[in-house]
């Protein structure tokens, strides 16, 4: 059986980012995908111009919708603005119980633009922490969710260790922004594992985080372990990377599709 991914966050209509992304990504992991629209913005290549969210009865019908007539293997949930929406969010989940939870805390893009309302922060750390099995914030998000400034490596244990004890099972900040080789970090069952990867000279690189967090509740789904999924997904990725499309005036999207040619 096919397994049935649903993607929780906001629109991007350039299709680098967000559901667009994750679609892509579980398509091309030979998974059914399926959205929740939170919120819809007006963004490309360059940056981010607008967001604007989707009403709260919208949201809850969109989640019922899905799971009472399909279900859903594995979640990823993304950008979530407000803490109404996240409320709507926790209650389905609690009430349908999806066995594979991926919260990738989408906070601000790259462009600078804040996508997670300030008084969103605590409601996300309260009700959808507790529910996912995984966390993926990068590095900026870490320093934003654990409010420690990350500058080494140790900084990042620390951080790693603070947001799991806020409630999240497992705990990977990626490290692509810090110079030199990209080391993500994972907290799983009390150990610490690093995942190193090359360096992809690419500006190409909109949509990365949403793409690897897709691909995390995907390899879940399709039964591997916290660390199994996490090396995946950090393959199908550097793929993607280095196949990256050159589109648009900024930085473009990576190749979703990219096994397929």
């Known amino acids: 059986m096919v397994k049935k991914l649903l993607t929780i ?3 991007d209509p350039s299709g680098g980012a967000g559901i667009q992304a994750d679609m892509k990504t579980f398509c091309a992991l030979g998974c059914y995908a399926m959205s ?3 919120s819809v913005t007006a963004q490309n290549t360059t940056g981010v111009f607008s967001v604007s969210d ?3 009865p919208t949201v809850k019908a969109q989640l019922e919708a899905v ?3 399909i279900g859903a293997d594995g979640v990823k949930i993304g950008m979530v603005s407000n803490a109404g929406i996240i409320e709507a969010i926790a209650d389905a989940l ?3 119980m999806p066995k594979h939870i991926v919260l990738d805390p989408v906070m601000m893009s790259t462009s600078g633009h804040p996508l997670l309302k300030e008084d969103a922060i605590s409601a996300l750390i309260k009700n959808l922490m507790p529910l996912s099995e995984i966390v993926t914030p990068n590095l900026s998000e870490a320093e934003m969710l654990s409010e420690i400034q990350i500058k080494a490596e140790a900084d990042i244990l620390k951080a790693l260790c603070k ?3 806020m409630g999240a099972k497992n705990v990977l900040i990626k490290g692509g ?3 030199g080789r990209p080391i993500d970090t994972l907290l799983c069952n009390d150990k610490i594992y690093k995942f190193s990867s090359e360096r992809i000279n690419t500006v190409n690189t909109h949509g990365t985080g949403c793409t690897l967090s897709s691909a995390i509740a995907a390899f879940l789904a399709q039964g591997d372990d916290v660390c199994g999924a996490v090396r995946k997904a950090k393959d199908y990725l ?3 990377l280095k196949n990256s499309y050159p589109i648009g005036l900024g930085h473009g999207p990576v190749n979703h599709f990219w096994k397929s040619f």
Do not use: E, K, Q, T
């Open 177 to 179: 922004h810090l110079s």
């Open 163 to 165: 947001i799991r004890n």
């Open 94 to 96: 609690i009430r349908y």
């Open 36 to 38: 929740v629209v939170c």
């Open 9 to 11: 966050a906001g629109s």
């Open 238 to 240: 550097l793929g993607a």
């Open 54 to 56: 989707v009403p709260v």
């Open 67 to 69: 799971f009472s007539d």
